[in-house]
């Protein structure tokens, strides 16, 4: 079953406004990660937190993490046209050793409006 | 550096047939994987394999195996293909409590 679920499902806002998307996990995790999907395309890995980290920044990106409430968020600033994309979070789940894979929600499909 | 290279990216079958998907990285990751993405869906763990020599069933391993060749290569098999294989399947790697690099992915349609 899947571990993360995103929340929304799809978002649409204007070019140059915030976006941001949650995700709720089950179980205890080493880590959390955020992945982009442009259509047809395979997935890009945009950040990475720990468990023992509460926020992390990447260029326009920023997650939070927060274990007792097993959710994140991710928050895109100064959304551009080509920010449209699906993102998803994965959880790689503390009862594996770091290598027996990732479990991925469902995603959020960000569109940008020009 | 071509990071995680699937083949092919097409492929049409008729039920019954059987296909090999071939995965190689050039990143010198210890695991590698095996996923499997329906419309609407995120991505669903099939098999995959920790280090050279070991591999594992994931999430949904029916219908399919899988063979870790060596540390580059982890192919994925179809041994009698369904409908319900229809699907996009995307190989990736890492290395411990890392990010995974995935492959641009193969879109498997089984008539």
């Known amino acids: 079953s899947q571990q993360g679920e995103e929340d929304p499902q799809a978002l649409s806002i204007q070019e140059g406004e915030n976006a941001t998307m949650n995700c709720s996990y089950k179980?205890?995790?080493?880590?959390l990660q955020w992945y982009r999907q442009n259509s047809g395309r395979g997935l890009v890995h945009l950040i990475l937190?720990?468990?023992?980290?509460r926020e992390k920044h990447s260029g326009r990106l920023r997650v939070t993490l927060d274990t007792s409430k097993k959710s994140s968020s991710l928050l895109i600033t100064a959304s551009r046209a080509a920010d449209t994309a699906s993102y998803f979070c994965a959880t790689d789940d503390h009862s594996g050793g770091g290598a027996d894979g990732l479990t991925f929600g469902k995603g959020t499909h960000l569109i940008i409006q020009p | 550096n071509a990071g995680v290279t699937q083949t092919p990216k097409f492929q049409v079958l008729k039920t019954g047939q059987s296909m090999t998907l071939q995965c190689a990285q050039d990143?010198?990751?210890?695991?590698m994987y095996w996923y499997r993405q329906d419309p609407g869906m995120g991505l669903r763990l099939i098999y995959y394999s920790a280090s050279e020599g070991t591999t594992d069933k994931g999430e949904v391993p029916n219908g399919y195996n899988v063979s870790r060749l060596n540390k580059r290569e982890f192919s994925l098999r179809l041994e009698s293909a369904a409908p319900s294989q229809t699907s996009v399947y995307f190989c990736?790697?890492?290395?411990?409590?890392?990010?995974?690099?995935f492959g641009q992915g193969t879109r498997l349609t089984v008539v």
């Open positions: 990736a790697s890492s290395g411990s409590y890392t990010e995974a690099f």
């Open positions: 179980t205890s995790i080493n880590n």
């Open positions: 937190i720990r468990s023992n980290e």
């Open positions: 990143m010198n990751h210890n695991s």
